[in-house]
């Protein structure tokens, strides 16, 4: 199929059993791809044979309906294979070591930015799936804005709520996530000056 697709656009081609059905742009006269797109075809071969298998297409994403209020009704996708999203992730990782961040601040932007994105997704889920009329009366900006970000001081407030006597069922806070058992990650600081600690004087990246 990537050999269909760089046939499909190459505008010449010295094998008569692959011919060219591609063109030149009408307006300057250049070719869709460069010199090197061949050799990139050639490496995304070699690496194919090394990608999982792919899940069914009606698999591939979990769809997050658009608010009823939104005026372009476009659907979200979110990939239940976060692959590509990880690494566009710790691109914006790097860039907090490579510009000398202060540790605290790296820590804080690492640690509240990763946990208010993943609540923001998940109330969008839980708006879609559980409380469509709740949020037809939502604006649709409004989706991801969160009322509480520390689900810890909620669940303790729960806790003293059960105290006080007032049934599961009636819990001042619904939806409360609790922490799980320490994983052993540690902050992202210390991820940083371990790299450095570690990597290679000789490193090419450097």
Same mark, same amino acid.
């Given at each position: 199929?990537?050999?269909?697709?760089?046939?499909?656009?190459?505008?010449?081609?010295?094998?008569?059993?692959?011919?060219?059905?591609?063109?030149?742009?009408?307006?300057?006269? @250049?070719?869709?791809?460069?010199?090197?797109?061949?050799?990139?075809?050639?490496?995304?071969?070699?690496?194919?044979?090394?990608?999982?298998?792919?899940?069914?297409?009606?698999?591939?994403?979990?769809?997050?309906?658009?608010?009823?209020n939104s005026t372009h009704q476009l659907k979200e996708y979110l990939s239940r294979r976060g692959e590509s999203c990880l690494e566009s992730f710790h691109l914006m990782l790097a860039h907090f070591g490579n510009c000398g961040m202060r540790t605290s601040l790296a820590d804080n932007l690492n640690l509240t930015g990763i946990c208010r994105y993943n609540l923001a997704i998940?109330?969008?889920?839980?708006?879609?799936?559980?409380?469509?009329?709740?949020?037809?009366?939502?604006?649709?900006?409004? @989706?991801?804005?969160?009322?509480?970000?520390?689900?810890?001081?909620?669940?303790?407030?729960?806790?003293?709520? @059960?105290?006080?006597?007032?049934?599961?069922?009636?819990?001042?806070?619904?939806?409360?996530?609790?922490?799980?058992?320490?994983?052993?990650?540690?902050?992202?600081? @210390?991820?940083?000056?371990?790299?450095?600690?570690?990597?290679?004087?000789?490193?090419?990246?450097?």
């Amino acid at each position: 199929m990537l050999d269909d697709w760089f046939d499909h656009f190459k505008c010449t081609s010295r094998d008569a059993s692959c011919p060219a059905r591609g063109r030149l742009d009408p307006v300057t006269g @250049e070719t869709l791809f460069s010199s090197e797109t061949k050799e990139v075809l050639l490496n995304c071969k070699d690496k194919a044979a090394y990608l999982q298998d792919p899940l069914p297409l009606d698999q591939m994403y979990a769809v997050i309906q658009p608010n009823p209020n939104s005026t372009h009704q476009l659907k979200e996708y979110l990939s239940r294979r976060g692959e590509s999203c990880l690494e566009s992730f710790h691109l914006m990782l790097a860039h907090f070591g490579n510009c000398g961040m202060r540790t605290s601040l790296a820590d804080n932007l690492n640690l509240t930015g990763i946990c208010r994105y993943n609540l923001a997704i998940r109330q969008k889920l839980r708006l879609t799936l559980a409380n469509p009329e709740t949020r037809k009366r939502m604006p649709a900006a409004y @989706e991801g804005v969160l009322s509480f970000c520390n689900h810890t001081e909620l669940s303790y407030v729960n806790r003293l709520a @059960e105290q006080a006597g007032i049934p599961h069922n009636k819990l001042p806070f619904k939806n409360v996530e609790t922490l799980p058992p320490d994983n052993g990650e540690r902050f992202f600081s @210390e991820h940083l000056s371990w790299m450095k600690e570690t990597k290679p004087r000789n490193d090419p990246q450097d």
